[in-house]
């Protein structure tokens, strides 16, 4: 099949999941058009270098062609016009985002609309449920391919009427969640009988990620966190936690591997509780480095309010190392406390401290059985090969037939 991949921005470091569903769908024979609304100027390295040349940006232009695209698809089909015109004040009216905004959406949808027709696309997936998903309806809406959309939360299931999920939901042809738990958020905002429709395929690891596991010491004391630093990735109460573990005298370090909003703030209440000798900023760095700052550590810690599926952790689990997370949306379905790492409550720094702690004082040899043991929970639920194969699946089903039954997914 031809499938086109409709992405906000491709390729980046934090959406490299999506590199490896697009990857392990070419594997399996199919034809990937990669089409991203921006982020042709990000610098890129290693893989995503090479998926930078082969992505099609909508917005590289300027404005010029995105006008001519709508003029063009004004006069060639007036008629679909007005309805994408009519869907598009429906999706503004309860938005956040002002009606010139959706107005952009629309043109950039002709855009769309135009380079799907000349390749010849038979199906559009989009990734994350909202500009993404508006743009792919209403590149349908035009008379566009057959359009579907994976919504991984938490910016989904946190305002769903200001993205009008609901009527996305029941526009597509079929809607993928990243977990049991993301499936529920979005049978919330969907009728019960169209909950056949939205599926399961969990965001997967490629077998060449398992490769390598890095030497642990028992003397290792290092943590790495990675993720943006903002609000819902919890590092301010990390950092209050590693606050309270030296206060009683336990020796850690803690490595932060990202950048973001938050990062004054971070550094400040680093600063203000004397913490510069133990806690560590990287800043934004690549995939192979992520990697590497995890290998370097004991384990891989996560201290979220708000989650969809945490990729981080998968990486981790398959390079062997226990992860330390909380109780939110689909990580309980990944992470089995006391066996391949530690889970608390969302929101508690001493939870998180006594959680930090036993990770620290647990033996080296039962550290490593947990990270082997957390390497086959991600082998057995995370595969990408298998979970792209679900999805062609759902492509290939749609096109012959409506959304099957509803099934129980693993």
Known sequence: MRIAYLIN????????????????????GHEIIRISIRGWAEQQYGQDSVEHSKTRY??????????????????????????????????????????????????????????????????LHAHF??????????????GGPRWSFTAHGPEEFDKPHLIALTEKILRATFVVAVSSFGRS???????????????????????????GS????????????????CEQKGQLLLIEAV????????????VLAGDGEMRGEVEALISRLGLEEAVRITGWIS??????????????????????????????????RPVISTFVAGIPELVQSGQNGWLVPAGDPQALADAMKACLETPLAQIRAMG?????????????????????????????????LFQRSP
């Not at 480095?289 to 952790?313: H, K, T």
């Not at 082998?379 to 959304?403: C, F, M, N, T, Y």
């Open 243 to 254: 606050h309270r573990l030296i206060s009683t005298g336990t020796i850690v370090e803690l």
């Open 129 to 142: 449920g909202t500009n993404s998903a508006e743009v792919a309806m209403l590149t349908h809406e035009l």
């Open 185 to 211: 958020q979005l049978f919330r905002y969907t009728p019960q009988k169209h909950w056949n429709k939205i599926r399961i395929v969990h965001c997967g690891i490629e077998p060449s990620f398992y490769q």
């Open 287 to 320: 995939s192979e480095q992520v990697r590497e700052e995890i290998l370097r550590a004991r384990a891989l810690i996560l201290p979220s309010f708000a989650e969809g599926l945490p990729v981080v952790l998968m990486e981790a689990m398959a390079l062997r």
């Open 214 to 229: 890095g030497v642990l010491s028992e003397d290792n004391r290092r943590l790495v966190c990675v993720g943006r630093l």
């Open 58 to 123: 909508v917005l590289r232009g300027g404005p010029l062609p995105l006008l001519w695209a709508f003029l063009s698809t004004l006069f060639a089909q007036p008629r679909r016009m007005l309805n994408a015109l009519a869907l598009m004040w429906r999706m503004a009216r309860k938005a956040e985002r002002p009606l010139p905004i959706h107005f952009i959406y629309l043109c950039e949808a002709c855009v769309v609309l135009a380079w799907t027709r000349a390749a010849k696309v038979d199906h």
């Open 9 to 28: 921005q491709y390729p980046s470091v934090s959406h490299s999941f999506i590199r490896r569903e697009i990857l392990a769908l070419e594997r399996l």
């Open 372 to 404: 082997e043991a957390a390497r086959n929970q991600v082998e057995a639920r995370h595969d990408i090969d298998r979970e792209a194969a679900k999805l062609a699946a759902l492509v290939a089903e749609s096109s012959v037939e409506k959304a099957p």
